[in-house]
């Protein structure tokens, strides 16, 4: 069956760094886009990066530019995201998440698969 699976989660310093990691199987990994989405509790799971099912192409939004790295490997069938100078208000459940069409990466609803996620916080 389907799965994928976070890890890497914890508790961390802020300014400190962190690497999560997605195990996928179950499905043509390589046929999809990759993204990690994060959540607090109450609020919506928002976009936090997404990268091209080859890996040649990636989008990060303005708040984790220059210090989150999204990346692949098609032959582990795993996403990592690299997490470097973490502050407080990075701290959610931080999710990975499949889509078929780079156009659809923004909305939740075109995801076909999801994690249960795994919980990053930052705080001193």
């Known amino acids: 069956q389907v799965q994928l699976v976070e890890s890497g989660g914890g508790l961390v310093q802020p300014g400190g760094s962190l690497r999560l990691s997605c195990a996928a199987s179950?499905?043509?990994?390589?046929?999809?886009?990759m993204s990690w989405f994060r959540q607090v509790s109450g609020k919506e799971r928002e976009l936090v990066a997404t990268?091209?099912?080859?890996?040649?192409?990636?989008s990060h939004v303005d708040s984790v530019k220059g210090r989150f790295t999204i990346s692949r490997d098609n032959v582990k069938n795993m996403v990592y995201l690299q997490m470097n100078s973490l502050k407080p208000e990075d701290t959610a459940v931080y999710y990975c998440?499949?889509?078929?069409?780079?156009?659809?990466?923004?909305?939740?609803?075109?995801?076909?698969?999801w994690g249960p996620g795994t919980q990053v916080t930052v705080s001193s």
């Open positions: 990268i091209e099912n080859y890996g040649i192409g990636t």
């Open positions: 998440g499949a889509v078929k069409r780079w156009s659809d990466r923004r909305t939740l609803e075109n995801y076909d698969y």
């Open positions: 179950g499905f043509i990994f390589s046929t999809y886009h």
